[in-house]
């Protein structure tokens, strides 16, 4: 069973900086996406940012201008990079790595970490 170790986070002054990353164990077939979302106190889930293997990216409005995301060649980790961080950056972020285990795989599943802690002071 694959799974997503997630490193980076932690206490951030206001306007630092913030790396996330996060590796797959395993191989699979094909990885459609990989991302990272974030969850503040009391709130839903959002996206941050995605990539695909060809390199096509989507950030949240609150981030862009903010974040860089980038996949490895191996397609096993996602890394994200913020800038100029802001106490709305705070919450808990996860990983997502959309993959398909096999080539006769019914289709793609979503994996996802266990989350990192993120908090910027006001």
């Known amino acids: 069973q694959e799974r997503l170790v997630e490193s980076g986070g932690g206490f951030v002054q206001p306007g630092g900086s913030l790396k996330l990353s996060c590796t797959r164990s395993?191989?699979?077939?094909?990885?459609?996406?990989m991302g990272w979302y974030r969850q503040a106190q009391g709130k839903e889930r959002d996206l941050v940012a995605t990539?695909?293997?060809?390199?096509?990216?989507i950030s949240a409005d609150s981030v862009k201008g903010r974040v860089t995301i980038s996949m490895d060649n191996a397609k096993t980790t996602v890394t994200l990079q913020l800038n100029h961080l802001k106490p709305e950056d705070t919450g808990v972020y996860y990983c997502?790595?959309?993959?398909?285990?096999?080539?006769?795989?019914?289709?793609?599943?979503?994996?996802w970490g266990q989350g990192t802690a993120v908090a910027v002071p006001s």
């Open positions: 997502l790595q959309e993959i398909m285990y096999y080539k006769f795989s019914t289709g793609y599943v979503e994996l």
């Open positions: 395993g191989s699979v077939f094909s990885v459609k996406r």
């Open positions: 990539i695909t293997p060809r390199g096509d990216t």
